[in-house]
């Protein structure tokens, strides 16, 4: 086992979490088991100024743990069907967050084929919603603090990515602005056969 990152990690600029989250191990324990995987893809999202992200119409039932501190989970309902896994940065009352995309598989690769109907390996967190169902992420975890010693969710060290392997683009599937819209906020590990589709 690995270190866990620390609130400090988190309570930095959005864009170099995200970018340093990549090849950072998220961790899940379910039912004495660890499920894990290396996060290969992420988007940034930052601020009400942000017409992409979900506090641009300000602080709302749903959207109040992005304003909460550092290093706490920010998960959503999205389709009526789906969860969705970001993780709040830089500092308390700004709405700030990294949408953690896809994951490589690591641990408790059967558990989680368990739960995503036996599909492979590099389908199993290919997307935000893909990696809430194998890894058993739902709205018990909005608002959880992941940089606490006994909490089932939480990011640990591990070697990052070299910067030639990074790849930064525009976000998927976001609505907004044209700055939203082009903004390269999307991080990923270049070559990775586990990336959203």
């Known amino acids: 086992m690995m270190a866990r990152l620390g609130r400090d990690f988190f309570a930095r600029d959005t864009l170099t979490v995200a970018r340093e989250l990549l090849g950072r191990r998220l961790v899940r324990l379910l039912d004495g088991e660890r499920l894990s995987g290396r996060i290969v893809e992420v988007e940034a999202y930052v601020g009400e100024e942000d017409q992409a992200c979900h506090a641009r119409s300000g602080r709302t039932e749903r ?23 970001n ?11 990294v949408l953690v995309r896809a994951l490589e598989p690591l641990e408790g690769v059967e558990a989680m084929q368990a739960r995503r109907g036996g599909r492979a390996d590099v389908e199993l967190a290919s997307g935000p919603a893909r990696l809430c169902q194998a890894l058993a992420i739902d709205r018990q975890f909005d608002g959880a603090d992941l940089c606490v010693p006994d909490v089932d969710l939480f990011i640990e060290r591990a070697a990052g990515v070299p910067d030639g392997a990074v790849v930064a683009g525009p976000r998927i599937g976001v609505r907004g602005d044209e700055a939203a819209l082009v903004a390269p906020w999307r991080f990923y590990v270049r070559d990775s056969r586990c990336l959203s589709r």
């Open 87 to 97: 993780v709040v940065t830089e500092r308390e009352g700004l709405p700030a967050a």
């Open 63 to 85: 959207n109040a743990s992005m304003y909460g501190p550092p290093g706490c989970a920010y998960v959503y309902f999205v389709y009526g069907m789906h969860y969705c896994l």
